[in-house]
């Protein structure tokens, strides 16, 4: 079955940075786009980033652009999201989950939390 | 970048009676390939999002048959036909048709 397990969250300072990662089995992870998607405490979900099932095209939302960096490892089976220069406004659950036209599973989730 | 809007935000729904969310696009989700790439999740309290219907009107896996999905172009509607206690939750749709992905807002379901 598919799993996809998220790990990396944790608390940071603003300007600081993290790395998460999404372990993923159960599908031939090579063949898939894999996106990050997150959403703050209470409030709705928002796309953050796609990357091709190759890692040769990658895609980000504006409010991430610049700061946040998608990459995958096929020979791990693994999604990563490289996260610098955090604001407050970063605070939230992150999910990873499979696919280009549909995200048909995600993960449980990693807590980021961005304060002093 | 195309805009996601749903409506109601929330809805109150006795079990057994049913319910239907709207969803509409910024611009058509037709691609040239023939598919309308609007998806549907519920994300239950406490989980991560699972996902409903896809490409307008395909329940995924495992879905009841009380969920369907219709539209075209911009407009698109989740029905519930018969609502049960464990279809509390919040509801998005969400368009893969260009990148960025977008969602709607959330739909919050609840039951009387």
């Known amino acids: 079955q598919v799993q996809l397990v998220e790990s990396g969250g944790g608390v940071v300072q603003p300007g600081g940075s993290l790395r998460l990662s999404c372990a993923a089995s159960?599908?031939?992870?090579?063949?898939?786009?894999m996106l990050w998607v997150r959403q703050a405490s209470g409030k709705g979900l928002e796309w953050v980033a796609h990357?091709?099932?190759?890692?040769?095209?990658?895609y980000y939302a504006d409010s991430v652009k610049g700061r946040f960096t998608i990459s995958r490892d096929n020979s791990k089976n693994t999604l990563y999201l490289q996260m610098d220069s955090l604001r407050p406004e970063d605070t939230a659950v992150y999910y990873c989950?499979?696919?280009?036209?549909?995200?048909?599973?995600w993960g449980q989730g990693t807590l980021v939390t961005v304060s002093s | 970048d195309i805009v996601m809007t749903q409506t109601p935000l929330s809805l109150s729904v006795t079990p057994g009676q049913p319910a239907s969310i709207s969803c509409k696009s910024s611009?058509?989700?037709?691609?040239?390939?023939?598919?309308?790439?609007l998806s549907w999740y519920l994300q239950k309290p406490g989980q991560s999002p699972q996902v409903l219907i896809y490409?307008?009107?395909n329940r995924f896996s495992g879905v009841p048959d009380r969920f369907s999905g219709s539209g075209s172009g911009t407009d698109f509607t989740l029905k519930i036909s018969r609502v049960e206690a464990e279809d509390v939750g919040v509801y998005y749709c969400?368009?893969?048709?260009?990148?960025?992905?977008?969602f709607g807002q959330g739909t919050k379901l609840e039951i009387k």
């Open positions: 989950a499979k696919g280009r036209w549909l995200a048909d599973y």
């Open positions: 159960g599908f031939t992870f090579s063949s898939y786009g």
């Open positions: 990357v091709r099932s190759d890692g040769s095209s990658k």
């Open positions: 611009q058509s989700l037709l691609h040239t390939d023939g598919k309308t790439y």
């Open positions: 490409e307008v009107s």
């Open positions: 969400m368009q893969t048709l260009q990148l960025p992905d977008s």
